[in-house]
Structures are given as C-alpha cells and as structure tokens.
C-alpha cells in the first residue's frame, strides 16, 4: 500500500488534472467524504454548515455531506442536469457550493460568471464531484475546494473494483486526505478510515493511463457522429454546440419525449440503455425533508426524458452505426 505505484499515479493524475496534489483512496465516495469532513472542520460558522447540491447528481454526492455534519440545500438544474445559479434563493446563507458535472459536461466556469465570482469574493468553497467529468478538456480542478474523482467500472477511466482521489491545489487538504485514508496516521489529530487503492490497482491504471486520451478521442468521435446524425430529429443531445469541445463523454444522453417507449424498443433491438437518474434528490424520501425544488422543477422533468445511450471506445463503427439506425427508426 502507498508504494512507488501509488505515488506514481497520483503524480500523474494531480499533473492530469492540473493541480499540485492528487491522494488516491477507496473509491469516489470516500473521496467526497473526505472533502465533505474536512471542511465541515474547517467552516467558520458555529452551526452545521449548509452546501448546495444540484438536484440531478448520485445519492453519494448528498449523503458525504450528510454524513459529514452539514445542511445541505438542494438547487434545481439547467437543462443539462447542472446547478442553475440563477434558481439560488438570494436570502440564502451557505457556506459551500458542490458543482456536479453531471454526463462529463464541464464545470469551469459553468453557467453565470457573476455567481462564480460572488463566490471566489465571500470565500464560498467551490468543491467538485468531478467522478464523470474530470477528463473533460479544459482540465482544470476548482483548487482550494478539491475535486472528488471516481475509478469505479462504469467510469472513462475504470478499475477492477473501487477506486477513487482527492484533486486539489490545497496542501493542508491533501495532507488531511493522506491521513484519513491510512486512519489518522501518522499523527492522529483527526479520524479517519481504512481507504487505500492497492498497489496493483495502481500498476495497473499506470498502464491504462498511457491509452486515457486515445480513448477519450474515440468516445468524443462517436458522440460527434450521434449528434450530427440526431440534429435534425426530434431529439436533443445534451453534448451539443455548446459544451462539445471540452465535454468528457462519461455518458451520451439524448433528451426525448416517450422515453421510456424508446428505451423498451430499443431493448427489442438488443440495445441496452440506462436512466440517470430515474429520480432527483428531492423526490427521494430521505431527503424530502431539506430544502429543495418542488416536483415541477427542471431537474424532475428532466429525469423523465433522459436517456443514455451505450458509449464505450471499443464499440466499432458498425454498432455505432446499428445504435443511431435504431434509435431513429424508433421515433422516427
């Protein structure tokens, strides 16, 4: 454990993400976790401090910051499923924002600028949940805050099992991060777990790393090639003229009406898909009782039109060809 593997791939993922200091651990929640707990600890207000969480992101994000003592307050989305800053109640103190990149669409700088730099003036952190879009092209983690990054099998960027790290710009933060996963050591100021990537996993995501960019090449091929193929369809691609230069392609999701008629046809087809999310935040029973949009909200319309489509590098023409075929004949 945190052998010359390990200290070899986060110095190439911190330089991967531009930031001074990458800490891997066991999986993308612990890496929320440990961005949640340390600046619950370091908040300057007496009470629970309060983060804003889009409503359209997995549970994991929310309950890292539950767990870790804080209110959260759930802001509904945009169209492309990321926090609308202009949905902000404007009476509202908080004292953290968790931007999620929801599909791998890019979070820099995301929406309006006016917020971003409100909160850069009040000494809001700015955190990441950055496990679907930190291969996104502009690569640049928020810095203080620290992004959350995710290995899990389903990512652009997979291990075997769990993995996962803490990006940030913020030493104090990564030395924390180091000694939550390895239970408090070496000084034991503060708790922590057992929450370490082995060292084969990181051998051999070292191995992977040197295809990364190739395969974020073909994944951002295939979007291009769906998305000049759907433009004229009554079809809207969340990747699109807007944020397609520097999208990570986590997820190809298509906006449509009937989509869960589509999904079961395309079943038919042999062609599986998948919703995320079927549900927002704020329609979960667990966390109904913070505050949050109502079930008319973008986000809640959104969950009921969403649908991903397969997109991986080793699908081959052909099939990319046969999914598009497919999905047109459907609503054509």
């Known amino acids: 454990m945190n052998g010359n593997n390990t200290v070899e791939f986060e110095s190439w993922l911190a330089k991967k993400n531009r930031v001074r200091y990458a800490v891997t651990c066991h999986s993308g929640t612990h890496a929320l976790e440990i961005l949640a707990s340390y600046w619950a600890m370091e908040s300057p207000v007496p009470h629970p401090p309060t983060a804003l969480i889009p409503s359209m992101t997995y549970v994991a994000t929310a309950n890292a910051f539950i767990r870790a003592g804080w209110d959260i307050h759930i802001i509904d989305t945009d169209i ?9 109640p404007h009476d509202l103190s908080y004292q953290a ?19 971003w730099n409100e909160w ?25 805050g620290g992004g959350a990054i995710s290995f899990d099998p389903m990512k652009n960027l997979a291990c075997y099992g769990n993995g ?8 104090d933060l990564a030395e924390y991060a180091r000694a939550w996963r390895d239970n408090g050591k070496p000084t034991h100021r503060n708790p922590g777990t057992n929450s370490r990537m082995s060292e084969l996993d990181c051998a051999h995501m070292l191995v992977k790393a040197k295809h990364i960019d190739q395969w974020q090449a073909r994944r951002q091929k295939i979007a291009n090639h769906w998305c000049e193929r759907f433009k004229h369809a009554d079809i809207r691609c969340l990747i699109n003229d807007s944020n397609a230069h520097n999208h990570a392609v986590h997820k190809f999701v298509i ?17 599986e898909t998948r919703v995320h999310y ?28 969403v649908l991903s489509l397969p997109i991986y590098p080793e699908l081959t023409d052909l099939e990319v060809e046969y999914i598009s075929d497919q999905v047109l004949d459907c609503v054509s």
């Open 80 to 88: 492309h499923g990321l926090i609308d800053v202009n949905k902000i």
């Open 97 to 115: 924002v968790v931007l999620v990149g929801l599909y791998g669409a890019s979070m820099t700088h995301h929406g309006n600028l006016r917020a």
């Open 120 to 144: 850069l003036r009040h000494d809001t952190v700015i955190i990441e949940d950055a496990a679907q879009h930190w291969l996104a092209a502009d690569g640049q983690r928020t810095g203080r």
């Open 164 to 171: 996962g790290a803490v990006v940030t710009d913020n030493l």
């Open 255 to 271: 906006d449509v009406d009937g989509r869960d008629t589509l999904r079961a046809n395309l079943a038919l087809r042999k062609i």
């Open 278 to 305: 079927v549900n927002p935040l704020h329609e979960m029973p667990l966390y109904r009782a913070y505050p949050g949009p109502d079930m008319l909200a973008a986000s809640s319309s959104l969950a009921r039109r």
